[in-house]
């Protein structure tokens, strides 16, 4: 396989990254959202990239010392390639870089193969926030990093 590098998303790469959104998800982020989120202090955007061609991303808010993954998405032709979990070991690199002891993220009971990416990274399940997702109503599963190694 080609080899993939991992880098920042700029305002060059918003096509891109929507293009994987709409790909991975029913109710997809709008191009808008991903364009607010590079002014956003807080927010953080790496790319998975192969060739020139964005593969995937995952996103995060670093607050204070508490990281918050807000998004990760991998092109459906490219999952089962162990990206997901290179992009997540690398936001936690960033997040420790930056200042974060812990990490946080939602997930849906339904997604199988993002709650056992979690789980091998050492997320614990922590909570459940009710009715989370609004296009299913279904439930999110709240999970803690308690500390990044």
């Known amino acids: ?3 993939i590098t991992y880098r920042e998303m700029t305002i060059a790469d918003l096509d891109a990254v929507v293009t994987v959104e ?3 998800f029913v109710s997809p982020w709008s191009r808008q ?3 607010d ?5 807080l927010a953080h955007y790496l790319l998975a ?3 020139e061609t964005v593969i995937g991303y995952v ?10 993954i807000t998004n990760v998405a991998v092109l459906p032709s490219y999952r089962k390639l162990g990206i997901g979990k290179c ?5 936690l690199d960033v997040a ?7 990490m946080t993220l939602e997930v849906r009971p339904s997604n199988a193969p993002a709650l056992a990416l979690y789980k091998n990274l050492g997320f614990e399940h922590a909570g459940v926030r009710k009715n989370y997702y609004e296009d299913t109503q279904e439930d999110a599963i709240i999970m803690w990093l308690r500390e990044i190694q």
């Open 22 to 24: 709409n790909q991975s």
């Open 37 to 41: 989120e590079l002014y956003n202090q």
């Open 96 to 102: 420790k870089e930056r200042g974060a002891v812990s």
């Open 33 to 35: 959202a991903f364009c």
């Open 49 to 51: 990239v192969m060739e």
């Open 59 to 68: 996103g995060m808010w670093l607050i204070i010392d508490e990281a918050h």
């Open 87 to 91: 992009m997540m070991q690398k936001a």
């Open 1 to 3: 396989m080609t080899e």
